[in-house]
């Protein structure tokens, strides 16, 4: 046996638990576990400007692989506090990150001490686990079980807090025979599988809802394969999107109040059976309850059992891993089809793709107005990219209209803070896809308070050479604010506008974002020309070779463009026009070929 400090445990640990990555910040507070991290000499630290993003990051790289789990440290008090809209949007999101701050010495955890928070209590309700722990000899057990407890079931963060005395104690552990612990993760029976195909193969027109469990359980083949063996339309959720390539012919658009297609809502509408597997029914998906369930026969598969039932009681639930069910679910279909009696879906999913290819059901992009409508740079970035970029965003009209007309056409390419929607996510997040995947083409996606929320970050992108290209929709608003005050009749608040004394060619835009971008380190540049669009993407590629640094593309766009949403999925606002024809929207998937 080896005697040695709680933290030098600590990082055996982690090394064993397969962690190579870390983002943090350190203070005094934590400093004892940087000293064990820095004996080790194995990890890669990428130093944070703001703890938030540290979380952030770990987010970004947790989502951007399977089996990924993201990491982030700080010191005591205001670390952690900082770090807890990570915790929020990974726990919202079913994104499994191990958060781990500094405290006081246990004897001033009551004596309101400097920095002394109880992080333990504040971050129970954002976590699956919290903890202060108490005894060093527990340090390396309570890691052991953090990791125990992210993998299994629903995946989620954790926290562990570690008093400085803790963490410096002198405890015995053996790294060498350490093996983390089996994961939990329920399974399907035959029985709930066949039922569930049966049910299925009983409906008239069924669709398949997708959503970011199939991702967590590595299963997007498993999912293309039972419905290209059943000839089932898929429909998937915002956290599921790449489940199935969206020019697949059973990819059947997204549904939803914002982040959907006109012809995904249809056929939702249209349908009289839904097979839901890993989503969790989210109200920006339903919209109302009544309007999203009528007329249709529901199934849920779920990993977590108090999902089933939450949002309103499905007519067949199961509690099991995505992957296990599919698995299960392919075989029950592949008897029906032996035995000759899996129906034959060819005329339900010929509808849905006649709807997907409707010009009627697209929303013109080609625009070639100045300043440059919003439509317009989602149909040059399709043009641009190809079937292997990995878009990053967040909230804002920005990311509703990147959902509504951008192309994704793989598992994991669409990376997104679903539930919690945190504005400032977006660029430390890309940095951690960056850090996870040094190959992928990786595209960000913000609106121009998105971008501001925490663009210190950059700077992060600059010093450890972590390049992306970050396309920065610019309208000088809290736009999809201001959009939803026209219900007040109301433009409060929202401006982001003002008269630059430092930079009059921003013509009153306010903020020079291509200033600040070199100020911290990356390049940029800025468009104001539709034309312009695709030569600034070049620009940015090559300049990412060059320098391997965050290339930030400034669209200049006019100041107010309402998107397409609404209160329910059958009434969804138009406030732009539709195509007439093919030539109105050039890069609509279903008109691609
Ligand atoms: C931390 C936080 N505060 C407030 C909001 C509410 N909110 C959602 S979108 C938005 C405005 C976004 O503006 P911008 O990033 O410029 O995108 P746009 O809608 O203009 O495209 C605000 C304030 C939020 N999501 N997160
Ligand atoms: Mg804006």
């Given at each position: 046996?080896?005697?040695?400090?709680?933290?030098d445990?600590?990082?055996?640990?982690?090394?064993?638990?397969?962690?190579?990555?870390?983002?943090?910040v350190?203070?005094?507070?934590?400093?004892?576990?940087?000293?064990?991290?820095?004996?080790?000499?194995?990890?890669?630290?990428?130093?944070?400007?703001?703890?938030?993003?540290?979380?952030?990051?770990?987010?970004?790289?947790?989502?951007?692989?399977?089996?990924?789990i993201?990491?982030?440290?700080?010191?005591?008090?205001?670390?952690?506090?900082?770090?807890?809209?990570?915790?929020?949007?990974?726990?919202?999101?079913?994104?499994p990150i191990?958060?781990?701050?500094?405290?006081?010495?246990?004897?001033?955890?009551?004596?309101?001490?400097?920095?002394?928070?109880?992080?333990e209590?504040?971050?129970?309700?954002?976590?699956?686990?919290?903890?202060?722990?108490?005894?060093?000899?527990?340090?390396?057990?309570?890691?052991?079980?953090?990791?125990?407890?992210?993998?299994?079931?629903?995946?989620?963060?954790?926290?562990?807090?570690?008093?400085?005395?803790?963490?410096?104690?002198?405890?015995?552990?053996?790294?060498?025979?350490?093996?983390?612990?089996?994961?939990?993760?329920?399974?399907?029976?035959?029985?709930?599988?066949?039922?569930?195909?049966?049910?299925?193969?009983?409906?008239?027109?069924?669709?398949?809802?997708?959503?970011?469990?199939?991702?967590?359980?590595?299963?997007?083949?498993?999912?293309?394969?039972?419905?290209?063996?059943?000839?089932?339309?898929?429909?998937?959720?915002?956290?599921?999107?790449?489940?199935?390539?969206?020019?697949?012919?059973?990819?059947?658009?997204?549904v939803?109040?914002?982040t959907?297609?006109?012809?995904?809502?249809?056929?939702?509408?249209?349908?009289?059976?839904v097979?839901?597997?890993?989503?969790r029914?989210?109200?920006?998906?339903?919209?109302?309850?009544?309007?999203?369930?009528?007329?249709?026969?529901?199934?849920?598969?779920?990993?977590?059992?108090?999902?089933?039932?939450r949002?309103?009681?499905?007519?067949?639930g199961?509690?099991?891993?995505?992957?296990?069910?599919?698995?299960?679910?392919?075989?029950?279909?592949?008897?029906?089809?032996a035995?000759?009696?899996?129906?034959?879906?060819?005329?339900?999913?010929?509808?849905?793709?006649?709807?997907?290819?409707?010009?009627?059901?697209?929303?013109?992009?080609?625009?070639?107005?100045?300043?440059?409508?919003?439509?317009?740079?989602?149909?040059?970035?399709?043009?641009?990219?190809?079937?292997?970029?990995?878009?990053?965003?967040?909230?804002?009209?920005?990311?509703?209209?990147?959902?509504?007309?951008?192309?994704?056409?793989?598992?994991?390419?669409?990376?997104?803070?679903?539930?919690?929607?945190?504005l400032?996510?977006?660029?430390?997040?890309?940095?951690?896809?960056?850090?996870?995947?040094?190959?992928?083409?990786?595209?960000?996606?913000?609106?121009?308070?998105?971008?501001?929320?925490?663009?210190?970050?950059?700077?992060?992108?600059?010093?450890?050479?972590?390049?992306?290209?970050?396309?920065?929709?610019?309208?000088?608003y809290?736009?999809?604010?201001?959009?939803?005050?026209?219900?007040?009749?109301?433009?409060?608040?929202?401006?982001?506008?003002f008269?630059?004394?430092?930079?009059?060619?921003?013509?009153?835009?306010?903020?020079?974002?291509?200033?600040?971008?070199?100020?911290?380190?990356?390049?940029?540049?800025?468009?104001?020309?539709?034309?312009?669009?695709?030569?600034?993407?070049?620009?940015?590629?090559?300049?990412?070779?060059?320098?391997?640094?965050?290339?930030?593309v400034?669209?200049?766009?006019?100041?107010?463009?309402?998107?397409?949403?609404?209160?329910?999925?059958?009434?969804?606002?138009?406030?732009?026009?539709?195509?007439?024809?093919?030539?109105?929207?050039?890069?609509?998937?279903?008109?691609?070929?």
């Amino acid at each position: 046996m080896a005697r040695m400090r709680a933290v030098d445990a600590a990082a055996a640990v982690l090394r064993k638990e397969g962690i190579s990555t870390l983002f943090g910040v350190p203070g005094a507070a934590i400093n004892p576990l940087y000293s064990a991290l820095q004996a080790d000499g194995g990890f890669r630290h990428i130093l944070a400007r703001h703890v938030e993003g540290a979380s952030h990051m770990a987010e970004g790289y947790a989502r951007a692989q399977p089996g990924n789990i993201g990491v982030c440290l700080g010191t005591s008090g205001p670390a952690g506090t900082d770090m807890l809209t990570g915790l929020y949007s990974a726990s919202g999101d079913s994104i499994p990150i191990l958060c781990v701050t500094g405290q006081a010495p246990r004897a001033q955890l009551h004596q309101e001490s400097f920095q002394a928070v109880d992080i333990e209590s504040i971050a129970k309700p954002v976590t699956k686990w919290a903890v202060t722990v108490r005894e060093p000899a527990l340090v390396p057990r309570v890691f052991q079980q953090a990791f125990h407890i992210m993998r299994s079931g629903r995946p989620g963060p954790v926290l562990i807090d570690l008093p400085f005395d803790v963490q410096m104690g002198e405890i015995e552990f053996d790294p060498d025979t350490y093996e983390p612990l089996p994961v939990y993760k329920p399974a399907a029976t035959h029985a709930q599988a066949a039922k569930a195909v049966a049910m299925l193969n009983h409906a008239q027109r069924p669709v398949i809802v997708s959503g970011g469990g199939v991702f967590n359980a590595d299963a997007a083949d498993k999912l293309r394969a039972f419905a290209e063996l059943t000839g089932v339309p898929v429909i998937p959720t915002l956290m599921g999107w790449g489940v199935i390539p969206d020019d697949h012919p059973l990819m059947a658009g997204m549904v939803g109040l914002q982040t959907s297609h006109r012809y995904g809502n249809a056929t939702l509408l249209e349908s009289d059976f839904v097979l839901g597997i890993g989503n969790r029914w989210a109200n920006r998906h339903t919209g109302s309850i009544d309007v999203y369930t009528k007329g249709r026969t529901f199934v849920h598969i779920d990993i977590e059992p108090t999902q089933i039932g939450r949002v309103f009681g499905p007519d067949y639930g199961i509690v099991s891993d995505a992957g296990a069910a599919l698995d299960l679910m392919i075989e029950a279909a592949r008897e029906l089809k032996a035995a000759g009696l899996l129906r034959d879906r060819g005329e339900w999913a010929e509808q849905c793709r006649a709807r997907k290819s409707a010009a009627s059901m697209q929303r013109k992009t080609h625009f070639d107005a100045v300043p440059i409508k919003p439509q317009r740079v989602y149909e040059e970035m399709n043009a641009a990219f190809g079937r292997d970029v990995r878009y990053v965003s967040t909230i804002g009209l920005s990311q509703i209209a990147a959902a509504q007309f951008l192309h994704v056409y793989q598992a994991r390419h669409w990376i997104n803070a679903g539930q919690a929607g945190p504005l400032g996510w977006t660029v430390p997040a890309a940095l951690g896809v960056r850090a996870a995947d040094p190959e992928a083409e990786i595209v960000a996606i913000s609106g121009d308070y998105d971008f501001q929320f925490m663009l210190e970050e950059l700077a992060v992108g600059a010093q450890f050479k972590l390049p992306y290209m970050h396309i920065l929709v610019n309208n000088a608003y809290l736009g999809l604010i201001r959009q939803s005050q026209r219900g007040f009749d109301m433009d409060y608040c929202v401006q982001l506008s003002f008269e630059n004394i430092n930079a009059p060619h921003t013509k009153g835009y306010g903020v020079d974002h291509v200033a600040v971008a070199e100020g911290l380190g990356c390049k940029a540049i800025r468009v104001e020309e539709p034309g312009q669009i695709r030569p600034a993407i070049e620009q940015a590629r090559a300049w990412m070779k060059e320098y391997q640094v965050p290339v930030l593309v400034e669209c200049i766009l006019e100041r107010v463009t309402n998107i397409s949403m609404g209160a329910e999925i059958d009434k969804v606002g138009e406030f732009e026009e539709l195509a007439a024809n093919a030539a109105d929207a050039p890069t609509a998937v279903a008109l691609l070929d």
